[in-house]
């Protein structure tokens, strides 16, 4: 039974790819979005797993103007499920970091994430149904030592959507926060992140983190931490003292050749 409309970023690969999977094998219309052209070999590896109604926009929602091209290409539809997974990391200490790069973070998981949410949101708002899946992490619950910027990001994102949720909460518009762990992707590459532990360690299946995610949503929940090992650590994240916490996270992601 078709389900409507529903809008995934960061969708290429990874995390996203596997939430629009998840979307088209449940009877969703996708409209899939990244700032690359592997989007395209994307929408391709959906079909030919069977989905059908897959429409693809490249654009880069750090910016306005990307907003607005994702936002045009809804072509006046409702959607029925906004996924908001678009979001980059940034390894290293933050003053080695260059600052172009810092600020990109800022914008994509944070600016670009909230206009988009800020306008598929008001329109469920008025029509009284709808959901939202954030990609936020278990990250946000640390203080990020080598990935400073990133882990604040994600803190935003994780208190966003509780604080959104209960602004909804007298309709049918649902929040839910997905907060995954290290999570076999392209992230760590693209974070330069290899030379750390946790980029070198053993990561959760993408396919497994996105179905946890998915049923989250489609259940109405307020969120979900995927993998037990995470919710151990989430646990343990409201217990130990902020500044230990951030030692732990110094020795998870310095650069071994700076340790």
Request: net charge negative; glycine share 10%.
């Amino acid at each position: 039974m078709a389900k409507g409309l529903a809008v995934v970023t960061g969708a290429s690969s990874g995390i996203g790819l596997e939430l629009a999977r998840c979307c088209a094998q449940d009877g969703y219309t996708l409209l899939i979005c990244s700032d690359t052209a592997e989007i395209e070999t994307a929408a391709a590896d959906l079909r030919a797993d069977g989905a059908t109604g897959v429409e693809t926009v490249q654009a880069d929602l750090a910016t306005p103007e990307g907003i607005d091209k994702l936002v045009a290409a809804f072509r006046g539809r409702q959607v029925e499920a906004l996924l908001a997974n678009a979001g980059i990391g940034l390894g290293e200490a933050f003053l080695d970091q260059d600052l172009d790069r810092a600020l990109k973070v800022v914008d994509l998981n944070v600016r670009g994430t909230i206009a988009l949410i800020h306008h598929v949101g008001r329109e469920m708002r008025a029509r009284n149904s709808g959901r939202i899946l954030i990609t936020g992490s278990i990250a946000g619950f640390m203080p990020g030592s080598f990935q400073a910027v990133y882990n604040g990001s994600k803190a935003f994102l994780d208190s966003f959507s509780l604080a959104l949720r209960n602004e909804l909460k007298d309709t049918e518009v649902t929040v839910t926060c997905l907060m995954p762990g290290p999570t076999e992707t392209d992230f760590f590459e693209t974070a330069g992140m290899e030379d750390t532990k946790v980029g070198q360690a053993e990561k959760a299946d993408p396919a497994k983190v996105a179905r946890d995610g998915y049923k989250a949503m489609q259940s109405g929940s307020s969120g979900v931490v995927s993998g037990l090992m995470n919710k151990v650590q989430a646990a343990f994240a409201g217990i130990i003292p902020d500044t230990v916490l951030a030692q732990m996270h110094r020795r998870m992601a310095e650069p071994k050749q700076n340790a």
